[in-house]
């Protein structure tokens, strides 16, 4: 049987509640034991694949090709296991699977209604996650605030498990934020006692209460909080922001919450936890490093949590590499006006992630033009990596009309074409080419140099390929097809023979990096622009007017 650990969220949103799940996982794993992380979306769409990136963030994806919340990724990063399609459910799924069964007829004639039918679906598929991973515990996270209309069916179907499984085995972790009153230099804990009392209007009494804040918590605000919530002092761990998202379960490990959830839950843990790699990671960050500076050139730019794993797989390449990414954020729509260009031409290294539609799209072109001609190190990600294909067709073609069909249908030239299996497709959510799928690395390239390997496994999703009538010509005049799917019909990875690092992926290599095992593409792209910084470096040393 599994043990469960029900994590709510009060007073705001957005302070890490995501993060906190994925240190916890984080606090358990290293006790031995098995851990598998579920995030509880209370929106209506069955998954954010169809949502704007504005309205949600980064799609997170799975190897099993789910479209999921961005805190997926964080759970993925902290806990390094690789996660189900049961992992992210959200209010969408549940009523379209309830309504799919009362359409068959499957309820006999009753009356479907939000207690029981909509909360026993909740309830089977929080258990599902213990069938498909077997985990010794599983986090369940609620999306949203505690008082929110949506989630209440979710909390009415956590505390029915917890009546449902004993006491002895789920809990309730609670996530708030503390305020601080600037005039009196004061951290106040009355809109946490509204939430944990709201909570308890419906029946659910946190164990837990994880009190965020932006300032040190005095031991008297502790005891307080203590008292009128009624947790046990040890109960209410004080987590103030910190610049490292890494050191997050270091913290909550010094306040004594992993042996707190162990005795609480009666888990038995195999191991001792050995926190030293993840103490080495934090120190590292905290380290005066060079710093190089990496240009990211997409639409979505104002809302950064829209590559938040891009940024995390950057980051964790220069902890590696020793240096610091400073990251310098262009819009590719402004480019086109001619404007944001000075902020490009001050990077070492130029990524283009992915995206959909044509804002903004002769933007990403121009930067890769940028990147090509200059020589600065550039690293497309899906989109990024059509964006180059599209460059370097114009170039080689020596017309303008290149294209992909996804942004002019009519192009003369479709260097970038929808694949076989997406003609036809009419549906919207969940039918790109989705999740794992394997790549062979061709030898002497530069990816199979990266990787040192023959073969990876890559998570996808896109409608868009490579178009094959045009390898040969691009290949004459330099572009390299380093990376193929295993019977040759799919470019996987293009690369420039005639430049230090240009390379592009048609998979998403920022899902699969970790803290302590940056991606081989993430790595090589760090260390090229670390080169490219150094190189300048001597050319001003040298008087050069070469420099570009
Ligand atoms: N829009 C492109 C496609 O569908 C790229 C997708 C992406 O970058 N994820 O192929």
Redesign the pocket.
């Known amino acids: 049987m599994s043990k469960y650990l029900f994590l709510t969220g009060g007073v705001v949103s957005s302070v890490g509640k995501g993060v906190t799940a994925a240190a916890i996982g984080k606090l358990l794993k290293e006790r031995g034991l098995s851990v598998s992380i579920q995030k509880l979306d209370p929106y209506i769409n069955v998954d954010p694949g169809t949502m704007s990136p504005y309205q949600h963030g980064e799609v997170f994806v799975l190897d099993d090709g789910s479209e999921t919340d961005l805190d997926l990724g964080h759970y993925e990063r902290f806990i390094d296991v690789s996660l189900s399609r049961v992992c992210n459910l959200t209010t969408g799924q549940i009523y379209s699977n309830v309504i799919a069964r009362e359409r068959r007829g499957d309820f006999l004639g009753g009356t479907i209604q939000v207690v029981p039918h909509i909360t026993n679906e909740i309830k089977s598929r929080i258990r599902e996650v213990h069938e498909v991973t077997s985990a010794d515990v599983v986090i369940t996270e609620v999306g949203g605030t505690v008082g929110d209309i949506e989630s209440l069916p979710f909390l009415e179907a956590l505390r029915q498990i917890r009546s449902d499984v004993g006491r002895e085995n789920a809990m309730f972790v609670h996530v708030t934020w503390l305020p601080y009153i600037g005039a009196t230099g004061e951290l106040k804990t009355k809109p946490t006692q509204h939430s944990v009392r709201e909570l308890r209007g419906i029946g659910i009494s946190p164990d837990v209460i994880i009190a965020r804040s932006d300032h040190t918590v005095v031991e008297s605000l502790r005891e307080k909080i203590a008292q009128f919530c009624d947790v046990d002092r040890k109960g209410v761990i004080p987590l103030t922001t910190t610049s490292s998202l890494y050191e997050v379960p270091l913290l909550l490990e010094a306040e004594g919450l992993g042996d707190n959830i162990v005795n609480r839950l009666g888990l038995i843990p195999t191991q001792v936890p050995d926190w030293s790699d993840w103490e080495d990671l934090v120190a590292q960050e905290r380290e005066d490093r060079p710093k190089i500076r990496i240009a990211i050139v997409g639409k979505y730019v104002e809302l950064q949590d829209a590559y938040m794993s891009v940024r995390e797989a950057v980051r964790h390449a220069s902890l590696e590499a020793r240096v610091e990414a400073e990251f310098l954020w262009v819009h590719s729509a402004e480019l086109e006006k001619d404007k944001g260009w000075d902020e490009l031409k001050r990077a070492h290294g130029i990524i283009v ?4 539609g044509s804002r903004g799209i002769e933007g990403k072109i121009a930067a890769a033009h940028y990147a090509r001609e200059n020589q600065i190190p550039y690293l497309g ?4 990596m ?1 964006v180059m294909v599209i460059e370097f067709g114009r170039h080689v073609l020596g017309t303008e009309d290149a294209n992909s069909t ?1 942004f002019d249908r009519n192009t003369s030239h479709p260097v970038i074409d929808l694949l076989p299996e997406q003609r036809g497709i009419g549906e919207m959510g969940g039918t ?1 080419r989705l999740g794992l799928y394997p790549c062979d690395l061709v030898e002497g390239t530069l990816a199979r140099t990266v990787y040192q390997t023959e073969s990876v496994n890559e998570r996808h ?5 490579f178009n094959n009538t045009y390898r040969e010509i691009l290949a004459e005049h330099g572009m390299v097809y380093s990376g193929l799917s295993p019977d040759g019909r799919l470019v996987e990875i293009a690369e420039l023979s005639d430049h230090p690092f240009m390379i592009g992926s048609q998979f ?1 290599p920022e899902f699969l990096s970790r803290p302590n095992r940056p991606h081989p593409l993430f790595a090589g792209f760090v260390q090229a622009a670390t080169r490219r910084d150094k190189l300048q470096v001597e050319e001003v040393a040298a008087g050069s007017s070469a420099l570009k």
Not at 353 to 356: L, V
């Open positions: 992630p992915g995206g959909f990600l899906c989109l990024g059509q996804e790109m999703r896109h409608r868009y390929e998403h």
